[in-house]
């Protein structure tokens, strides 16, 4: 079994960073991302960018990757992150072919 990973890319609107910032948050402590399904999730801040982020979401397999994306993409806290973005986001699916750990 391969771990997969979705990696996700967007620009933050213009002084909305930290709201960003504080919605990741907000879904870590209102757990409604149903957090079974992650073996990890962090968000990313580009440092010669500010207002571009990298999501990195890790799962145990691609269906707990699309039970989790269903589930995340019904949740208001998704639909608040695409207010605070422009140009949508850019999704990259993955399996992890090597890793340190």
């Given at each position: 079994m391969n771990m997969f990973v979705i990696v996700s890319?967007?620009?933050?609107?213009?002084?909305e960073e930290d709201a960003i910032i504080a919605l990741h948050e907000e879904w870590q402590?209102?757990?409604?991302?149903?957090?079974k399904?992650?073996?990890?999730?962090e968000l990313l801040r580009r440092v010669d960018m500010p207002g571009e982020f990298i999501s990195?979401?890790?799962?145990?397999?691609?269906?707990?990757?699309?039970?989790?994306?269903?589930?995340l993409e019904k949740d208001w806290l998704y639909g608040r992150l695409m207010s605070l973005i422009e140009g949508g986001q850019t999704q990259i699916h993955c399996t992890i072919a090597w890793s340190l750990r």
């Amino acid at each position: 079994m391969n771990m997969f990973v979705i990696v996700s890319t967007y620009r933050a609107r213009t002084g909305e960073e930290d709201a960003i910032i504080a919605l990741h948050e907000e879904w870590q402590r209102s757990q409604n991302v149903n957090a079974k399904h992650y073996s990890f999730w962090e968000l990313l801040r580009r440092v010669d960018m500010p207002g571009e982020f990298i999501s990195i979401a890790q799962f145990a397999n691609e269906e707990l990757a699309n039970v989790a994306t269903k589930d995340l993409e019904k949740d208001w806290l998704y639909g608040r992150l695409m207010s605070l973005i422009e140009g949508g986001q850019t999704q990259i699916h993955c399996t992890i072919a090597w890793s340190l750990r």
